[in-house]
C-alpha cells in the first residue's frame, strides 16, 4: 500500500512540484524507461519503494506490458555543471548552496514482444514469474517490491552514469534486464 500512497502523491503533485529533470528514452528493441527528477518537497514523507504494475488484456495481446516503477528520495540535484563548479559537495568537493534533495522516479516498460525473448519453451509454467514473463497470468496487477541493496546500486548506477549514445543503450539495457531479474525473483 505505501507503494501505491507514494506513486499516487508523485502522479498528481507531479504539475505542482518542481522537476528538474526528465528523460524518456525507447532503447531500439528493448525497454522504454522515463526518469524525472523533482526537487524534494519540504513535506516528503514517502519511503524509497518500488512497484511492479502487470497489465494483460488477453483479448488483445499487443497491449500486454510489464512495468517496474521505482521511486527513491535523498539522491542530491545540482543545477551546477561538475565541471564548471569547484566547491559543490554534491559531487564530493568542497561547500555548495546550489544542491537539493531529489525525489526520483523512474519508469521501465517492457512490453509481452520483448519478454517473449527470454522464454525457454518448457511443458508447464511452475511459477508465478513465469506465469508473467509469458502473460499467461490472466488478471492485471500492481505489487509492491521491496528494494533489496543490489537494486539500489543498479538504480543509482542508472541515476549517476556517464553514458552516451550507443553505450548508454547497451549500458541501461543490461541494467533494466538486472532490475527485471531482481524483481522477479
Known amino acids: 500500500m505505501q507503494a501505491l500512497t507514494t506513486f499516487n502523491y508523485i502522479d498528481s503533485a507531479s504539475s505542482s512540484q518542481k522537476l528538474v529533470y526528465h528523460t524518456v528514452q525507447q532503447i531500439p528493441g528493448t525497454v522504454q524507461y522515463s526518469i524525472k527528477r523533482f526537487i524534494r518537497p519540504a513535506d516528503w514523507m514517502g519511503e524509497d519503494v518500488g512497484m511492479l504494475r502487470y497489465h494483460v488484456e488477453p483479448a488483445q495481446k499487443e497491449k500486454n506490458y510489464l512495468e517496474l516503477r521505482f521511486c527513491l528520495s535523498g539522491n542530491m540535484y545540482c543545477a551546477a555543471d561538475k565541471d564548471d563548479c569547484s ?67 543498479v538504480l543509482n548506477g542508472l541515476l549517476n552514469h556517464d553514458y552516451t549514445d550507443t553505450l548508454k543503450n547497451i549500458y541501461v539495457n543490461a541494467q533494466t534486464q538486472m532490475l527485471l531479474l531482481y524483481s522477479m525473483d
Open 87 to 153: 566547491n559543490c559537495n554534491a559531487h564530493g568537493v568542497g561547500d555548495c548552496n546550489q544542491k537539493l534533495e531529489s525525489v526520483d522516479v523512474l519508469s521501465f516498460v517492457f512490453s509481452a514482444s520483448l519478454l517473449s525473448q527470454f522464454i525457454t519453451s518448457r511443458q508447464t509454467n511452475d511459477s508465478l514469474s513465469e506465469d508473467i514473463l509469458t502473460f499467461n497470468h490472466t488478471v492485471s496487477f500492481s505489487k509492491t517490491l521491496p528494494l533489496c541493496n543490489k537494486t539500489r546500486v
